[in-house]
C-alpha cells in the first residue's frame, strides 16, 4: 500500500478550471497506474481518467476534451486538469494508485470535494 493524499479541490463556477493533485507516499517499487474518480451524492463511484506510467490516458466520455490527467513518475504524483466545469462535475474526487506496478493492488486517498455553482 501507499499513501495518497489529494490536494486542489473546491468551489468553482460554471465553466471554471481546477486542477487536482494527489501525492503518493510510502513506496519502494514503482507505482503502476494512477487515476482518479468520482462520486456525487447517491450515485456509484465512476472513473474519471487513468495513466499508465508511460503516460498513455483513458478518460470516461463525459470528461473527454474538457480534463487532462498527467502524472510526474520522480515526484510520484499525479493530476487532473479540469476544464470547463459543468454542475454535473460536482463530487468528491478519489486518487488511486495500482502499487506495486506488477500487482493488481489499489490503493486510495481519501478524497477532495469539487462543487461547481451553476
Known amino acids: 500500500q501507499v499513501q495518497l493524499v489529494e490536494s486542489g479541490g473546491g468551489l468553482v463556477q460554471t465553466g471554471g478550471s481546477l486542477r487536482l493533485s494527489c501525492a503518493a507516499s510510502g513506496s519502494i517499487l514503482p507505482i503502476g497506474n494512477m487515476g482518479w474518480y468520482r462520486q456525487a451524492p447517491g450515485k456509484q463511484r465512476e472513473l474519471v481518467a487513468t495513466?499508465?506510467?508511460?503516460?498513455?490516458?483513458n478518460y470516461a466520455d463525459s470528461v473527454k476534451g474538457r480534463f487532462t490527467i498527467s502524472r510526474d513518475n520522480a515526484k510520484n504524483t499525479v493530476y487532473l486538469q479540469m476544464n470547463s466545469l459543468k454542475p454535473e462535475d460536482t463530487a468528491v474526487y478519489f486518487c488511486?494508485?495500482?502499487?506495486?506496478?506488477?500487482?493488481?493492488?489499489?490503493?486510495w486517498g481519501q478524497g477532495t470535494q469539487v462543487t461547481v455553482s451553476s
Open positions: 495513466v499508465t506510467r508511460n503516460s498513455n490516458a
Open positions: 488511486a494508485a495500482n502499487y506495486p506496478f506488477y500487482a493488481n493492488n489499489w490503493s
